[in-house]
């Protein structure tokens, strides 16, 4: 059974950081690219951040670059993002995802989401 399981949300004040990981399980987890997503209510899930299988590749959404970094370590089957001057609207519940696929519109596999709140 594939779990992705996400930790290091929180609430921080504008300009300050988190850093969330997502641990996976039940996968190999160096087959996949990583995703970080995100999504505030009434809104649709909005793609933040994408990593290939090694590493060698990321993604970032046009709001978080030069701010957000996706990173990996295989050995620890864990994929993080750095969040740095955070602004409010970076309030959402962010969640990790996995895909054989780099670039993939659709992903397997889904955690449960981690809040991150901004305050301004």
Do not use: H
Request: hydrophobic share 30%.
């Amino acid at each position: 059974q594939v779990q992705l399981v996400e930790s290091g949300g929180g609430l921080v004040q504008a300009g300050g950081s988190l850093r969330l990981s997502c641990a996976a399980s039940g996968l190999t987890f160096s087959s996949y690219a990583l995703g970080w997503f995100r999504q505030t209510p009434g809104k649709e899930r909005e793609l933040v951040a994408v990593i290939s299988w090694s590493g060698e590749r990321t993604y970032y959404a046009n709001s978080v670059n030069g701010r957000f970094t996706i990173s990996r370590d295989n050995a620890k089957n864990t994929v993080y993002l750095q969040m740095n001057s955070l602004k409010p609207e970076d309030t959402a519940v962010y969640y990790c995802a996995a895909d054989r696929v780099y670039g993939s519109r659709t992903y397997d596999y889904w955690g449960q989401g981690t809040q991150v709140t901004v305050s301004s």
